[in-house]
């Protein structure tokens, strides 16, 4: 795939997307940026407390990171967000029309337990299966790719450039 498009990793907590998305801007030359910096602080202290965000907390962050992709139009970049429904996917394409979602999914148990051992993180494991309820996979007439997140971080990059080289021809 050559790039001046602006891929969003997207996917529920713990599937990688803070891991993923820089390795896949790196291996596309384009700059990364992480969707959880877009998150206001009401919405990361309400997710600190094992609260689920509802869909008014979340329009200001769609909205700032559809802002960044418009931007990053022409251009390329990857950045990183939950996107689980498809109005969040929607939203993000009203404002920069040519995104390119790569959905990372995976089983629950092990994307539970990759959660449970990384550090520092806001996003505790009880919201796992509101974030598992909540999702819409990519449908059809969306313009995306699904990646497994079985096996090491270079592996499901490699997975993903696949993916989308695909999604070029």
Do not use: C
Request: no cysteine; aromatic share 6%; glycine share 12%.
């Amino acid at each position: 795939m050559s790039t001046p498009h602006v891929v969003v990793v997207m996917g529920v907590a713990g599937t990688g997307k803070t891991t993923i998305g820089p390795l896949l801007a790196d291996r596309l030359g384009v700059p990364y940026a992480e969707g959880d910096d877009f998150h206001p602080e009401a919405n990361i202290t309400k997710m600190s407390a094992g609260t689920p965000l509802t869909d008014e907390d979340r329009w200001p962050w769609l909205d700032a990171i559809g802002a960044w992709a418009h931007g990053r139009a022409g251009l390329g970049g990857v950045v990183s967000s939950s996107a689980l429904k498809r109005g969040y996917r929607d939203r993000l394409r009203a404002a920069a029309p040519g995104v390119v979602f790569v959905h990372l999914t995976g089983d629950r148990k092990l994307i539970e337990d990759r959660m449970s051992h990384r550090q520092g993180h806001f996003m505790p494991t009880a919201l796992l299966d509101s974030q598992f309820a909540t999702l819409q996979p990519l449908q059809a007439d969306e313009t995306g790719v699904a990646v497994d997140v079985a096996g090491s971080p270079d592996e499901i990059t490699d997975r993903a450039v696949t993916a989308l080289d695909g999604l070029a021809r």
